[in-house]
């Protein structure tokens, strides 16, 4: 398993309490998964693939099941509203 830095922005940050993270998963939908197991618990909201911007090593990330390597950075920014 890679271990890989996760940064939260927006919403997610302000929901979860936390900014940034370790975590060890082989594809991004492993680390969504642990993500929210460890952040959200048992808020009835989580953090999907659909909602997020997903950003690893400042590139736009468009597939799930990415696969992750050693030293990757995520970012995971909430998705914008308000008026």
């Given at each position: 398993?890679?271990?890989?830095?996760?940064?939260l922005?927006g919403?997610?940050?302000?929901?979860?309490?936390?900014?940034d993270?370790e975590?060890?998963?082989?594809?991004?939908?492993?680390?969504?998964?642990?993500?929210?197991?460890?952040?959200?618990?048992?808020?009835k909201s989580?953090?999907?693939f659909t909602?997020a911007?997903?950003?690893?090593?400042?590139?736009?990330?468009t597939?799930?099941?990415?696969?992750?390597s050693?030293?990757?950075e995520?970012?995971?920014?909430?998705?914008?509203s308000?008026?």
């Amino acid at each position: 398993m890679a271990a890989v830095k996760v940064k939260l922005f927006g919403v997610y940050r302000v929901d979860t309490h936390i900014s940034d993270l370790e975590i060890r998963a082989d594809k991004l939908s492993d680390l969504l998964g642990e993500l929210n197991r460890i952040a959200v618990g048992e808020q009835k909201s989580s953090i999907s693939f659909t909602d997020a911007s997903v950003f690893i090593n400042g590139t736009h990330c468009t597939k799930k099941r990415q696969k992750l390597s050693d030293g990757d950075e995520v970012w995971l920014l909430s998705p914008a509203s308000g008026g």
